[in-house]
């Protein structure tokens, strides 16, 4: 392992983030952005009119992109060759995953500013920790992923192990709703949502509600166009409202890594965690224990946030 491999897996295992900045070609993201925000614009017309045509016409199933159905990079034929092709995107991610990795799913997502974002449906979404807001965009714009405000969460909650990988198409500051990550965090494997953690007078305080206390530095991520980084399945990140006039689109990557390779950093850090990968527990009043603000019908609860 040569001394860059071996900074980047060490840094993987004890934060379970590493950021490998601008390593795609700046032009192709910029263009590739150009073409997603023509056919899936960002404007108030993909919102239902109303809440009664919302009630209408949608529910809480399946209005999320698939892994080859209802997915805009498959329904736009878009290429990413000169990503997925590029030897620097391999390279970033065989460091984490090992060689013959698996890219379980790729989804556009669409960070959605607050100005856009309807009244009435601003009215059912705050307070909501985690407000995905595809059910209330109309169905054809449903094949990407939008949304507004982000309360830390894992994105790995069915025991599948994978690390996400995620790419900025455009130039993200503050103002662009920034990913945040807290670092370390997935050290205490799956817990549940909204998560138990605190804020400290630096970072926060994390606990397993075990009798586990864990201080997590908290990371924000900006770049410019063609920005990649990664974070574990299991680590908590989340994201600020949008204030910018110019929503940001980004990519998000879900890796597997090889099981027959035992040594990459992605399966060694499973070696790391006290506790469980998943919670299947299901409770008497039929709520699954890892998504305690979801109703057994799929809604959403208002539970307050943890960044906004
Ligand atoms: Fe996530």
Known sequence: MSRNEKKIYNSFLKDGYFNFKTILNRKNCLQLRKFIDMHRPCSDKIFYKSKKEFLRNSNFKNYSPGEKDHNAIFNLNLDLDFIEKSKNFIKAVEFIAGKNYKIKKKSIIRSVPTNIHPHWAKKITQNVGRPNLNPYIKREYQDVQYFQNVDFHQDMTRGIKFVTFYIYLDDVSQKDSPL?????????????????????????????????????????????????????????????????????????????????????????????????????????NNFDFQRLDRAPDGSFLQTGTSIL
């Open 180 to 284: 945040k990550i807290l670092k370390g965090s997935y050290k205490f494997g799956h817990t549940h949502y909204p998560h138990y953690i605190r804020p400290g007078t630096e970072g926060w305080y994390y606990s397993n509600l075990i009798g586990d206390h864990m201080k997590c530095d908290e990371v924000a991520v900006y770049g410019k166009a063609g920005t990649v980084f990664c974070f574990h399945g299991l680590n908590l990140h989340g994201s600020l409202l949008n204030y910018s006039k110019k929503p940001r689109i980004s990519l998000r990557y879900l890796i597997e890594p090889n099981k027959k390779n035992k040594n990459s950093a992605l399966q060694k850090s499973f070696k790391m965690i006290k506790g469980k990968i998943v919670e299947n527990l299901k409770l008497k």
